[in-house]
């Protein structure tokens, strides 16, 4: 069986799940196809909560990005009745000098993102709950920044986009070995000219179905931590999937300080650490934010570790001092996909004219879904010029963490 696409998207995370509504919207036939189903929870949209800010550094492209994505994914539950965002603030914790909360607060007041600078005195006096240790002098507020309910959202987002007209498949895409091997060029940095690049005409599900693409269509891998998978000498050194462990503790009893709006989402650079207040009852969210060791999103065992859980309940006991002793009440362990500085993936396969490589969310991604969507479709249809930073050939083999 097969049938013909103007456009087939790989893969039904924040990312692909976006693209193909956005397509959708723009009046191409769309397919969308997962592996598994939105938001699985091996995947890197899955999980309840995931945050969205615009605090960016000097990279005031993702604060661009965020702000729009949160515009679309605020008409989105408007559209569709589901309040799955709630704006609990995002504090960022900073240093004297704190070079990258500086530039966030520069870059906000270009974008005019509502924010507030706190100094040490007014964190002390609004935030009793938490201990503000030597080396935090002053603080960032993000007024209508907050959390995604991540899992529920990019649900919704294909919900939506089957309503649209979106066809949907859940079925595995088979490897496209040994075709792309042979395509891939010797350096894969380096891009063919297009008049030189082979066509993809269609992939073959494990089910036996085949989906073509008609012949001035695309087709969208956004496949989340499997994109080296499915481009292994191409991407095989240049994504970097690690394992990172996320906590949430119990919170006491009839006790709402750590909860909204009595606590923001906090961000604490100087801890490398960031966490979420308690949100539907799920407890106070915290995590290292540490690249962890190499991580197969197939294979690996997502128990979390005795010293991932110490490390979490150091941290809680330095930073909130009344949860010293809280319960671990639930654990994830999930994985960010990495490229070497933290960029996104988002270019052209350097030897398919029609193949669209997106990913490297490198923990940050999720929140990006609807710009992403945006940014593919004016590059798909439009023909706009690229972002150089999301090229491939910005993406080297040697990790250099820059975006956080």
């Known amino acids: ?14 990312f692909g799940a976006w693209t193909a509504l956005s397509l959708r919207r723009r009046g191409r036939e769309v397919v969308l196809i997962e592996a598994h189903a939105p938001g699985h929870n091996r995947s890197s949209s899955g999980g309840e909560s995931r945050v969205i800010r615009m605090g960016y550094g000097p990279n005031d492209i993702y604060s661009r990005w965020s702000k729009r994505a949160l515009e679309l994914w605020l008409e989105l539950f408007a559209r569709t009745g589901r309040p799955l965002f709630y704006r609990t603030g995002v504090l960022w914790l900073a240093r004297d000098p704190e070079p990258y909360v500086s530039a966030s607060l520069a870059a906000f007041d270009g974008l005019e993102i509502p924010h507030e600078v706190l100094s040490r005195q007014q964190l002390a006096r609004r935030y009793g709950q938490v201990e503000l240790d030597e080396v935090t002098t002053w603080g960032l507020l993000e007024l209508e920044s907050g959390v995604l309910m991540a899992r529920r959202a990019v649900q919704t987002v294909v919900e939506q986009a089957v309503r649209e007209g979106v066809e949907y498949i859940c079925d595995e895409v088979l490897p496209l070995e040994p075709l792309a091997a042979a395509a891939e060029p010797s350096d894969p940095t380096v891009s063919r000219p297009i008049a ?5 005409e269609q992939v073959v ?7 073509k693409v008609a012949s001035n269509g695309a087709v969208v891998f956004a496949c989340g931590p499997w994109l080296a998978k499915v481009f292994p000498a191409l991407l095989g050194n240049r994504i970097f999937n690690s394992r990172q462990e996320v906590f949430f503790f119990g919170t006491p009893p009839g006790d ?4 909204p709006p009595a606590l923001p989402t906090w961000m604490d650079l100087a801890s490398e650490a960031y966490g979420l207040p308690e949100l539907e009852g799920r407890g106070l969210k915290a995590a290292i ?3 962890g060791p190499a991580f197969d999103p197939d294979t690996g065992d997502r128990l979390p570790t005795r010293e991932g859980v110490e490390q979490a309940r150091r941290y809680l006991a330095r930073r ?5 002793e809280a319960p671990l009440v639930e654990s994830r362990v999930c994985q960010y996909e990495n490229t070497s500085n933290g960029d996104l993936l988002l270019d052209r396969h350097p030897a398919f004219q029609n193949v669209w490589l997106a990913g490297g969310g490198s923990g940050h991604g999720f929140k990006h879904g609807p710009s992403v969507g945006e940014y593919l479709v004016s ?16 993406k080297k083999v040697v990790q250099r963490r820059a975006i956080f």
């Open 196 to 200: 030189q690049r082979a066509d993809l």
């Open 379 to 394: 590059c798909i249809l439009d023909d706009a010029s690229p972002e150089p930073r999301f090229s491939l050939e910005s």
């Open 320 to 324: 909130f001092p009344a949860l010293k």
């Open 256 to 259: 709402s300080r750590f909860a």
């Open 289 to 291: 934010d540490r690249h």
């Open 1 to 14: 069986m097969s049938k013909h696409f103007d456009n087939i998207v790989i893969g039904a995370g924040s």
């Open 205 to 211: 599900t494990r089910s036996g179905r085949t989906v």
